[in-house]
């Protein structure tokens, strides 16, 4: 594996994923210098203390400032004008690339202001926990894990390189994909798995046969792992249902579709059917685990809770 060094990161949003990018370029000194902005003040003030940045600075125009990489980490709602903010301060063969988990959005809003001779590469890394914050992320968080980059038609291929080798150094396994299939493909494997989750637990707690305390005390493994993914960021996830509202549409259309030909079975007692699904499912259950993207672990390796 190949990896490269920036002169100087930028790093725009420090929150889960923009610290953990901190921690693990330094991790392998894949930069010589850090700086951090992020648009809360008291999130600056924690940033700087953590020592994942070597600068926490109080303007985007002076984090962006000689970076030779800048990667954008706010909520995706905010990236026009960050990019507006940024694009006069970027100097001529810097790459601009992202995390969010939307790509389609991310090029509408970014490309329109990316300066001439500045490499705009659209980037997600799916990893991630429930946790945010800048003192929510460690080196490790993307060891193991996809960063998938989305390149806009007529990028340089070296800027691509340089992309996909940082990415590595920081741990992570990468591919290329077009933008749209981006976009539908997470929109099946994260983005309506979300919205389930912030479904269900919802409808849980507004049952009204069913005190909240009651949900609470008997949550069994099932719905207890629908109430971690449902504790994610809501700005984050708020943004990204509002701008990859087609494909997760597309695919909530099929799930329902799938949903009521299972209440069929249910209802009329076609054990066969339920059987069959529910051996295709353990299966891809299996095949994720194999791909190295879980563990089969107890509890799904999460540590047991403290007496």
């Not at 490269?4 to 991790?27: D, E, M, N």
């Given at each position: 594996?190949?990896?490269?060094?920036?002169?100087?990161?930028?790093?725009?949003?420090?929150?889960?994923?923009?610290?953990?990018?901190?921690?693990?370029?330094?991790?392998?000194?894949?930069?010589?210098?850090?700086?951090?902005?992020?648009?809360?003040?008291?999130?600056?003030?924690?940033?700087?203390?953590?020592?994942?940045?070597?600068?926490?600075?109080?303007?985007?125009?002076?984090?962006?400032?000689?970076?030779?990489?800048?990667?954008?980490?706010?909520?995706?709602?905010?990236?026009?004008?960050?990019?507006?903010?940024?694009?006069?301060?970027l100097k001529p063969g810097a790459i601009l690339s992202d995390v969010g988990s939307v790509k389609g959005a991310v090029a509408r809003d970014v490309g329109p202001f990316v300066?001439?001779?500045?490499?705009?590469?659209?980037?997600?890394?799916?990893?991630?926990?429930?946790?945010?914050?800048?003192?929510?992320?460690?080196?490790?968080?993307f060891d193991g894990r996809w960063t998938i980059l989305t390149p806009v038609p007529g990028s340089d291929e070296g800027a691509v390189a340089a992309l996909k080798a940082f990415?590595?150094?920081?741990?992570?396994?990468?591919?290329?994909?077009?933008?749209?299939?981006?976009?539908?493909?997470?929109?099946?494997?994260?983005?309506?798995?979300?919205?389930?989750?912030?479904?269900?637990?919802?409808?849980?707690?507004?049952?009204?046969?069913?005190?909240?305390?009651?949900?609470?005390?008997?949550?069994?493994?099932?719905?207890?792992?629908?109430?971690?993914?449902?504790?994610?960021?809501?700005?984050?996830?708020?943004?990204?249902?509002?701008?990859?509202?087609?494909?997760?549409?597309?695919?909530?259309?099929?799930?329902?579709?799938?949903?009521?030909?299972?209440?069929?079975?249910?209802?009329?007692?076609?054990?066969?059917?339920?059987?069959?699904?529910?051996?295709?499912?353990?299966?891809?259950?299996?095949?994720?685990?194999?791909?190295?993207?879980?563990?089969?672990?107890?509890?799904?390796?999460?540590?047991?809770?403290?007496?």
């Amino acid at each position: 594996m190949t990896t490269i060094t920036f002169g100087k990161l930028a790093i725009i949003g420090l929150g889960l994923i923009g610290s953990s990018l901190g921690h693990a370029a330094k991790r392998k000194n894949l930069v010589k210098v850090i700086a951090g902005f992020d648009a809360d003040a008291d999130v600056r003030a924690r940033a700087a203390k953590l020592g994942f940045t070597d600068t926490v600075t109080e303007t985007l125009e002076a984090a962006v400032k000689d970076a030779d990489l800048v990667i954008l980490c706010t909520p995706v709602g905010a990236y026009k004008s960050v990019a507006q903010a940024i694009a006069p301060h970027l100097k001529p063969g810097a790459i601009l690339s992202d995390v969010g988990s939307v790509k389609g959005a991310v090029a509408r809003d970014v490309g329109p202001f990316v300066p001439a001779g500045v490499h705009f590469i659209p980037a997600h890394p799916i990893a991630g926990t429930e946790f945010s914050g800048p003192e929510a992320g460690f080196a490790s968080l993307f060891d193991g894990r996809w960063t998938i980059l989305t390149p806009v038609p007529g990028s340089d291929e070296g800027a691509v390189a340089a992309l996909k080798a940082f990415w590595e150094g920081c741990g992570a396994q990468v591919d290329v994909m077009e933008i749209a299939h981006h976009d539908l493909v997470l929109a099946m494997t994260s983005h309506v798995p979300h919205l389930i989750a912030y479904n269900i637990v919802g409808t849980a707690h507004e049952l009204e046969q069913v005190t909240e305390g009651e949900v609470i005390k008997y949550s069994a493994s099932g719905f207890r792992d629908f109430t971690r993914i449902a504790a994610s960021d809501p700005t984050m996830w708020r943004d990204v249902f509002l701008n990859n509202r087609e494909a997760v549409l597309e695919v909530l259309g099929r799930f329902n579709e799938d949903l009521s030909r299972l209440q069929r079975w249910v209802r009329d007692g076609n054990g066969e059917a339920l059987f069959d699904l529910f051996t295709r499912t353990r299966a891809i259950r299996r095949s994720i685990i194999s791909a190295g993207q879980d563990t089969a672990a107890p509890n799904f390796g999460r540590d047991k809770p403290k007496a």
